[in-house]
């Protein structure tokens, strides 16, 4: 079945590391690969997009990596803080229709 | 002031009621969704809109409707509600001229809880 799938399990790091979430998916051959960012109760919110012909972006601590090789996308946070404690989605439009399709999310707990 | 609203924020309400949900955005865009998001399941589709009078299903249509009163407005309605669509509930908004890369700007949810 065509899917998206991030790690379920919590990922908990020390301030200061870096934090490496995943994003595989199957089945698909998006034009792009979008982060969201999701804190409890909220809505999500948009951190960077990624284009298929792109292997790297980078926005501050942030960088994410896609290799449509592998079906992969990495989304790294570097010199984690306690603030980037949240829920990370992953996103594609895997049939450039633009409707997105949402991992379930990976979520970060940076302690100090 | 939120670029994209939603109302009510919380509900309660009982097995077979009708309940509307609302979103209203100040971003001037065309395009506007409304998600719901269950524990493990993550974000699903249920309705979208690319303009006012284009209305379409997404992944998990059934049990609800939906309403495009006007380019900021978009309603979602559940005729008459069951217990499984207790969930939380997104509207989200995009731009049609972002370049073709459809980054979405979500509502602060609403949470519906169905007795």
């Known amino acids: 079945s065509q899917k998206i799938e991030q790690n379920s399990e919590a990922l908990n790091i020390q301030e200061g590391k870096t934090a490496t979430l995943t994003c595989n998916y199957t089945?698909?051959?998006?034009?792009?690969l979008q982060w969201y960012r999701q804190d409890p109760g909220r809505g999500p919110v948009f951190l960077l997009l990624i284009r298929e012909n792109e292997k790297e972006k980078r926005k501050e601590r942030l960088k994410v990596t896609f290799d449509t090789t592998l079906k992969q996308s990495l989304f790294h946070i570097t010199a984690s803080q306690p603030a980037d404690s949240a829920t990370y989605l992953c996103?594609?439009?895997?049939?450039?229709?633009?409707?997105?399709?949402f991992g379930t999310g990976t979520r970060l707990q940076v302690f100090p | 002031d939120a670029d994209v609203t939603q109302t009510p924020r919380n509900r309660i309400t009982k097995t077979g009621k009708r309940i509307m949900l609302e979103c209203s955005q100040t971003?001037?865009?065309?395009?506007m969704y409304w998600y719901r998001q269950d524990p493990g399941l993550g974000l699903r589709l249920i309705y979208y809109?690319?303009?006012?009078?284009?209305?379409n299903k997404g992944e998990i249509s059934d049990g609800y409707s939906v309403s495009r009163q006007a380019q900021a407005k978009f309603s979602l309605s559940l005729e008459s509600a069951i217990p499984n669509q207790t969930a939380l509930y997104f509207c989200a908004t995009s731009d049609l001229n972002s370049g073709g890369y459809n980054e979405q700007f979500f509502g602060p949810g609403t949470r519906l809880t169905v007795l």
């Open positions: 996103a594609l439009d895997p049939y450039n229709t633009d409707k997105l399709i």
């Open positions: 809109s690319f303009d006012v009078k284009d209305i």
């Open positions: 089945n698909y051959s998006p034009a792009y």
């Open positions: 971003k001037g865009h065309d395009r």
